[in-house]
């Protein structure tokens, strides 16, 4: 069974600090997600890694995968109160022809002035 | 481009009716998932149609089904409401193709169970 871990699972960080956030999954797969969901909201794409060493950036958002550590990382730049939020990452296994995502527990992220 | 859009967007139910919830896919997606979200359990996928054929399947009771229509549509319907069920039910959209199937999420349905 595919499990998907992320932590921390609760950051509270300043604005202007920098900080990571860590996803690990349990098998083989080179198709991973990072979403974003505002209190009582649906979720919001961010990311999509699709192979060993991608590397992606969005504003203060910078998202990774190795593979071969089984490891995402979501990297926040001088972070500002507008990225409160919690992130998701979820992993695409290979083992199913179809689409099913298995997400992380999120990490609830607050920055505060 | 119309977004993937779910009906209705709150509903409160008691313990032991049924309900059913719909979900459109973007224009040319043809394949719908959906998920349960609640603060203990996570989000947790539910089921995955196809061409109107339920392709993958989670791990939830029978009482959890569901169906997809020649549109693309898709209905998902839980019978003999339990508390447990009141959650954020959401239903994602995609394209067919190899590998790569980026799903859109819907707004999602607030089901309450009383």
């Known amino acids: 069974e595919l499990k998907v871990e992320q932590n921390p699972l609760f950051l509270s960080m300043q604005e202007g600090k920098n900080y990571t956030i860590y996803c690990n999954y349990s098998?083989?797969?080179?198709?991973l997600y990072w979403y974003r969901q505002d209190p009582g909201k649906s979720l919001e794409s961010l990311f999509v890694?699709?192979?060993?060493?991608a590397v992606k950036q969005e504003g203060r958002l910078m998202a990774s995968l190795d593979t071969k550590a089984r490891l995402s990382t979501l990297h926040i730049t001088a972070a500002v109160h507008d990225l409160s939020a919690t992130y998701f990452c979820?992993?695409?296994?290979?083992?199913?022809?179809?689409?099913?995502?298995?997400f992380g527990e999120g990490t609830q992220l607050t920055v505060n002035p | 481009k119309a977004g993937v859009t779910q009906t209705p967007r709150y509903l409160i139910k008691t313990r032991g009716q049924q309900v059913t919830l719909s979900c459109s896919p973007i224009?040319?997606?043809?394949?719908v998932s959906w998920y349960q979200q609640t603060p203990g359990q996570g989000l947790q996928f539910l089921f995955e149609?196809?061409?109107?054929?339920?392709?993958n399947k989670g791990n939830f009771p029978g009482r959890f089904s569901g169906r997809q229509f020649s549109n693309s549509r898709s209905e998902m319907n839980v019978s003999t409401l339990e508390l447990g069920d009141s959650a954020l039910y959401l239903c994602?959209?995609?394209?067919?193709?190899?590998?790569?199937?980026?799903?859109?999420f819907g707004p999602g349905t607030r089901l309450t169970v009383t």
């Open positions: 890694l699709l192979s060993n060493g």
């Open positions: 224009s040319g997606h043809r394949s």
């Open positions: 098998t083989t797969s080179d198709r």
């Open positions: 994602a959209s995609s394209l067919l193709g190899k590998g790569f199937r980026e799903q859109y």
């Open positions: 979820a992993v695409d296994s290979r083992e199913t022809s179809g689409s099913r995502l298995t």
């Open positions: 149609y196809f061409s109107e054929t339920q392709r």
